[in-house]
């Protein structure tokens, strides 16, 4: 008997050596998420109040536009540059900036030319970016991918 106690213990404790999940070690930080690459978008919208619907406001911007990259550097410098598309004589780099997570990594703070905005992260994955900037009443919706 004594000797089945022996084995079912073993036997449990190797089972839970190798069914343990590695996610904590394996997840990736959002900072190393957004880092990794540069962001495209490919959904803005807006609403103006809370009774009012949504504004798709990616279908007016132009195609030569649809295509620019934003991208968030690990010194935490901000590009916003044309794509391979530019439109007409445009520079290469649109805008810049710097960026920063908040404590909790839950928000984006950009600043480019002394003003700085809250983006609050709805998703973030390695193939997916959606912000959420509240401006009073009114919320932009934007949606980037790599």
């Known amino acids: 008997m004594k000797q089945y106690i022996t084995t079912f213990a073993l036997i449990?404790?190797?089972?839970?050596?190798?069914s343990c999940k590695k996610?904590?070690?394996?997840?990736?930080?959002?900072?190393?998420?957004?880092?990794?690459?540069?962001?495209?978008?490919?959904?803005?919208?807006?609403q103006i109040d809370p009774d009012s619907s949504p504004t798709d406001d990616f279908t007016g911007i132009q195609d030569c536009a649809k295509d620019d990259e934003y991208q968030f550097l690990s010194d935490?410098?901000?590009?916003?540059?044309?794509?391979?598309?530019?439109?007409g004589a445009e520079p290469a780099i649109l805008s810049t900036g710097n960026w920063q997570l908040s404590?909790?990594?839950?928000?984006?703070?950009?600043?480019?030319?002394?003003?700085?905005?809250q983006y609050e992260i709805v998703e973030?994955?390695?193939?997916?970016?959606?912000?959420?900037?509240?401006?009073?009443?009114?919320?932009?919706?934007?949606?980037?991918?790599?």
Not at 12 to 18: D, K, M, R, S
């Open 23 to 46: 996610d904590a070690a394996e997840a990736i930080s959002p900072f190393k998420l957004l880092t990794a690459d540069v962001w495209i978008m490919t959904a803005n919208t807006s």
């Open 12 to 18: 449990a404790f190797i089972t839970g050596l190798f």
């Open 76 to 87: 935490g410098k901000y590009y916003h540059t044309n794509g391979p598309i530019p439109c």
């Open 124 to 146: 973030l994955t390695k193939d997916k970016l959606v912000t959420r900037q509240r401006m009073n009443s009114a919320v932009r919706i934007h949606t980037y991918k790599h």
């Open 103 to 117: 404590a909790d990594e839950r928000s984006i703070f950009l600043t480019i030319s002394s003003i700085t905005n």
